[in-house]
Nanobody, 126 residues
Framework: EVQLVESGGDWVQAGGSLRLACATS????????IGWWRQAPGKEREGVSC????????YYADSVKGRFIISSDSAKNTVYLQMNSLKPEDTAVYYC???????????????????WGQGTQVTVSS
């Protein structure tokens, strides 16, 4: 059974940093694209970043490029999202996700992803 469990969400002041973690199980991390998505109140879910450990490739939405860094640790079956220079508009619930046939270049398409974690809340105050 595929499981994705997020952690690391917290309250932080603007300009601060947080690191989210997604613990995965039920599949081989290296074989799948893993994504981080977020959803702010009243807004649609947004693809933030994705990683292909197998191909050592990453994707970032323009809104987070240069501030967020995605990485993976195959030995721990965990994907991380390092978030720096946080802004109030980064406030959202952050979800970890994967799909059986997800493609890195389609990271921004919700239709690529079949499995979702429960989410972790990130709040950035101004």
């Amino acid at each position: 059974e595929v499981q994705l469990v997020e952690s690391g969400g917290d309250w932080v002041q603007a300009g601060g940093s947080l690191r989210l973690a997604c613990a995965t199980s039920g599949f081989t991390l290296d074989d799948y694209v893993i994504g981080w998505w977020r959803q702010a109140p009243g807004k649609e879910r947004e693809g933030v970043s994705c990683i292909s450990t197998k191909w050592r490739s990453t994707y970032y939405a323009d809104s987070v490029k240069g501030r967020f860094i995605i990485s993976s640790d195959s030995a721990k079956n965990t994907v991380y999202l390092q978030m720096n220079s946080l802004k109030p508009e980064d406030t959202a619930v952050y979800y970890c996700t994967t799909g059986a046939h997800a493609l890195l270049r389609l990271c921004g398409s919700v239709y690529e992803f079949d499995y979702w974690g429960q989410g972790t809340q990130v709040t950035v105050s101004s």
